[in-house]
């Protein structure tokens, strides 16, 4: 059974960065479409990044295009969300997930949450002065 860990999150002022971090327990990740989601309190669960079992497909959400960039590394069999120009809005509990049904490309349009069926904890970002 397949666990994933988020960390890395915490309070970064406007415009600054912060780097999330996914690591697995019990299987590698490059073996799933994997990707990451957010939520922020009131407001629907959102996929704002994801990449392919292949790695060769990434798709963003429209907000985060140019902010955020998803990345994986098999060798440390971690994943990543690079996150600059950070805004108030981003402010959200943000999980990785993993598919194992979604064998080609990866999913983060509305009801796309249904296509992962491995989800971390989530970790706090907040931005904010």
């Known amino acids: 059974q397949l666990q994933l860990a988020e960390s890395g999150g915490g309070l970064v002022r406007p415009g600054g960065s912060l780097r999330l971090s996914c690591t697995p327990s019990g299987g590698p990740l490059n073996v799933f479409a994997i990707g990451w989601f957010r939520q922020a309190p009131g407001k629907e669960r959102e996929g704002i990044a994801c990449i392919s079992q292949s790695g060769r497909d990434k798709n963003y959400e429209t907000s985060v295009r140019g902010r955020f960039t998803i990345s994986r590394d098999d060798a440390k069999n971690t994943m990543y969300l690079q996150m600059s120009g950070l805004r108030p809005e981003d402010t959200a509990t943000y999980y990785c997930?993993?598919?194992?049904?979604?064998?080609?490309?990866?999913?983060?349009?509305?009801?796309?949450?249904?296509?992962?069926?491995?989800w971390g904890q989530g970790t706090q970002v907040t931005v904010s002065t």
């Open positions: 997930v993993a598919s194992s049904t979604l064998s080609f490309g990866c999913a983060i349009g509305r009801g796309a949450d249904s296509d992962y069926d491995y």
